[in-house]
């Protein structure tokens, strides 16, 4: 019985994270309609990436500009991810996991993500490795 109640919070989250994840851009982007060319342009090369836990992580480069810039993504996702979450019964926590396993599934050949055991890598044209938490 408990499992049960487990799977269907768990496909609720996934549902929820989805449809966010649909709304932003894939979680690629900042959450609001215009893509910030500064973001893009650290995508791109590499200075940022996908983190497991659905924000986003310098990964080299750090600058007080660059570091501004991500965390103010970051707390526009936290909102998203607080009001989502709130909305799946789910905490931010599970929510955000959630919503990083799909960023990083998204990702394209060449940008970075966070593996499973915290370093950064780049993504090939394989399967990102995700988190065994991963829906």
Known sequence: MQRGLE?????????????VALA?????G????????AYDAA????????KMDGYLGIVTGETPELRRLISDINIKRRAVYA???QAAS???EE?????GCLAIARTQPGEKYQAPDGGWRTRTTAPPV??????
Do not use: H
């Open 83 to 85: 009001q989502k979450a």
């Open 7 to 19: 799977n269907r919070k768990l496909r609720r989250i996934v549902l929820a994270a989805g449809a």
């Open 43 to 50: 995508r791109a090369s590499g200075q940022v990436g996908e």
């Open 30 to 37: 900042p959450a609001y309609a215009e893509r910030d060319p």
């Open 130 to 135: 995700r988190d065994a938490r991963c829906p």
């Open 24 to 28: 932003l851009g894939g979680l690629a």
């Open 90 to 92: 789910a905490t931010i």
């Open 95 to 99: 929510y955000a996991l959630t919503a």
